[in-house]
């Protein structure tokens, strides 16, 4: 086992590079914070582990934003052609909401044209009948409607004169033709009816607003800046987790290392204050008029009328009282 690999295991990281770099903030902050107890260290541990896994975080979103703004005009392209390709697919089972949205974008309003052109190009085939209850389906809901909805439409009276049925054709409409000159009449009017379609939709489409369009498409980028997924909301919710974190273990840190210094600080202040008497008393000691004077006995009266004590100074008198007081020298 590598020296890296233990460092792994011992500091709980999943690669090698967080490993070491988490020893080497341990170091930092052992030498910055300076603990004086070993909950200190385990806190200045945990507080390089933290600081380690949040920089991480932050590589995580840099390299995910970069991607999603490298790939954001191709997403959007791509979420907008899947969009109209899923409503298309889905117009026969909601006509009514597919169809106007296909109309709302440019990229609908094309797919609906080439819609009604894959009808038309059928329609043009006159060796075979290709109308069948597909197409009827689709063209009803390329107009919004359901194969169900009543009154019938245009389409439903020629789809079913394309199957033979003249039933539902207006009433003296191609009367005098047979079956086939019917069959035939019934194709040209429903091409054309058709034709009418891709023509209107074509004019409207020329008059949407593109540069609205591209607008929203030159805006990916920028919206791709903030990532409202479900995976980029809890990678933020960790990231502001293991911030906070952080700083709560600050905050116990500062606590922890006060705590213990008030601890400390009466024991300290004792043995100064018992140093500092046993320094004044050997100063006291090493005063020999003081020690002589106390040794003499409780002194005589001065005389009176102002007369000075023989052999006595007043500054001598004023050390003897300060020693029968209690005060010792200087200290």
């Known amino acids: ?30 030498a910055e914070l300076g603990p004086k107890t070993e909950l200190g260290r385990a806190l200045a541990l945990r507080a390089a582990m933290l600081k380690v896994r949040l920089e991480r975080c932050y590589r995580y979103e840099a390299a995910s934003l970069g991607l999603a703004v490298d790939s954001a005009l191709k997403a959007y392209d791509d979420a907008r052609m899947t969009e109209v390709e899923q409503l298309l697919d889905g117009i026969e089972k909601d006509p009514i909401t597919n169809a106007r949205r296909l ?5 609908g309003v094309e797919h609906t044209i080439r819609g009604w052109q894959a009808l038309a190009d059928d329609l043009a085939r006159t060796d075979v009948r290709l109308w069948g209850a597909g197409h009827r389906e689709r063209a009803e809901a390329l107009m ?106 600050l905050r116990e840190f500062r606590e922890v290392e006060a705590e213990a210094a008030e601890a400390a600080a009466p024991a300290e202040v004792a043995e100064a204050t018992a140093s ?10 090493s005063l020999p008029e003081a020690v002589a004077v106390a040794s003499e006995g409780p002194p005589s009266a001065p005389p009176t009328g102002g007369e000075a004590v023989p052999g006595r100074s007043e500054g001598s008198g004023r050390r003897a009282r300060g020693v029968r007081e209690g005060r010792s020298g200087p200290c």
């Open 1 to 30: 086992m590598t020296v890296v690999t233990h460092l792994r295991i011992k500091y709980n990281c999943s690669t090698n590079e967080d490993a070491a770099e988490v020893e080497r903030r341990f170091a930092n902050f052992e």
């Open 103 to 107: 109309q709302a974008t440019p990229e």
């Open 144 to 249: 919004g409607r359901g194969p169900l909805d009543f009154p019938r439409s245009r389409i439903y009276a020629l789809s079913q004169a394309l199957w033979s049925d003249f039933s539902l054709l207006d009433p003296g409409e191609a009367e005098a033709l047979d079956d086939l000159g019917k069959y035939e009449y019934a194709r040209q009017r429903m091409a054309a009816l058709v034709a009418e379609r891709i023509e209107a939709l074509t004019g409207y489409l020329g008059r949407m607003d593109h540069a609205a369009a591209e607008r929203a498409r030159a805006g990916a980028a920028d919206r791709a800046l903030f990532d409202t997924s479900p995976g980029a909301i809890l990678a933020r919710k960790y990231e502001a987790a293991t911030e906070r974190g952080l700083f709560r273990t």
């Open 276 to 285: 500092e008497g046993e320094v004044c008393g050997d100063l006291a000691s």
